[in-house]
């Protein structure tokens, strides 16, 4: 899992102790790793160590020292803004790094952005431009979308 925004409010309060509470009930797969991306001058043990005081603020009870351990262990981190040169390859380099240890397995990426609505378009072509994120069907129009979602959901039927 990739989250952009990985140093700001909705990364703190709730996607942390979200990913403990999962973490706790045993249904990540050992294999699941984090890497959080964001503009911040952050170390990866200090966007750990963050992390760590989020998931005992914000979590939804006592955070047990095993799970969340465990999930501190699997979080990575890249420095990565579009003032900073090359974001994406850093992204790139830091996804095959974590996709050769033998604790996580990336081959599944999820990208979650966490970041202002604003910034969703930049961050989307620059994974596609890197060739991180592809679409594999043709592109819709907005009218065949809304047409999709209303046969698929049975809304404005």
Known sequence: MVI????????KRKLIPALYNVAKGNLLSREFAVIGVAAADLS????????????AEYATGDVDPRSGGWLERHLHYVRAHSRIP??????????????RRPTARVGNVVFYLATAPGAFGEIVCNLGEAGLAQERDAPLSARDRRETFRARSGFGA
């Open 4 to 11: 952009f925004g990985a140093a700001g409010d909705l990364t």
């Open 44 to 55: 990866e043990e200090t966007f750990r160590s963050r992390c760590g005081a989020d998931m």
């Open 86 to 99: 090359k974001p994406t390859s850093r992204l790139r380099r830091c996804l095959e790094e974590v996709d």
